[in-house]
């Protein structure tokens, strides 16, 4: 009897693991958490957090930081994404977006930290500068890193202002102290 159960649960942990969706339709929808450029006029900084992808996301998440300068029509979005090495890229991205705020494959953000007001509008030009000091812009390791957690780490290293409190899960971050 004992065997049977073993291997019935066996069978549900790995059709679990398994799954028919794809990353290419996993949603990629705003979330709706983020001020709208529209009508939110001060400077924003947001970091999001996100399940990993597919399994991946019983165990961590992955980081990212969204800026909005005063009056700025849309956010520019800086992240560090493992695939785009394989694809002979860095693995440090930024791009614009009304929509900083959208689904990481399927997975709803959360926020780890917002800051709105006067205090961004001062700490924008630093996390941009450290942006660009990023030493491991070009390297992605699932583990222990540099990461996706990574990234975002290093940057509240160098922004202390920011207070940044990384979520437990967020697995690479540690590297940052590196």
Avoid at 21 to 43: H, L, Q
Avoid at 123 to 152: C, D, H, Q
Wanted: contains cysteine.
């Amino acid at each position: 009897m004992a065997k049977y159960l073993g291997l019935l649960f066996i069978t549900l942990f790995l059709s679990a693991c398994s799954s028919n969706d794809s990353w290419r339709t996993a949603s990629r929808e705003p979330a709706g958490i983020a001020p709208s450029p529209e009508t939110e006029k001060s400077a924003v900084i947001e970091f999001y957090a996100a399940d990993a992808y597919n399994w991946r996301g019983w165990l961590a998440v992955h980081t990212w930081v969204a800026t909005k300068e005063k009056n700025a029509p849309e956010y520019t979005v800086h992240e560090v994404v493992g695939w785009r090495v394989n694809r002979g890229l860095p693995a440090l991205s930024e791009y614009t977006t009304t929509t900083p705020d959208r689904y990481w494959f399927g997975a709803k953000p959360e926020k780890v930290l917002s800051i709105i007001g006067p205090k961004a509008e001062t700490l924008i030009p630093k996390i941009n500068e450290a942006v660009k000091r990023y030493p491991w812009a070009n390297e992605y390791t699932v583990f222990p890193g540099p990461n996706s957690n990574t990234f975002p780490a290093w940057i509240g290293l160098q922004v202390p202002e920011l207070e940044l409190d990384m979520p437990f899960s967020a697995i690479g971050s540690g590297y940052a102290d590196n």
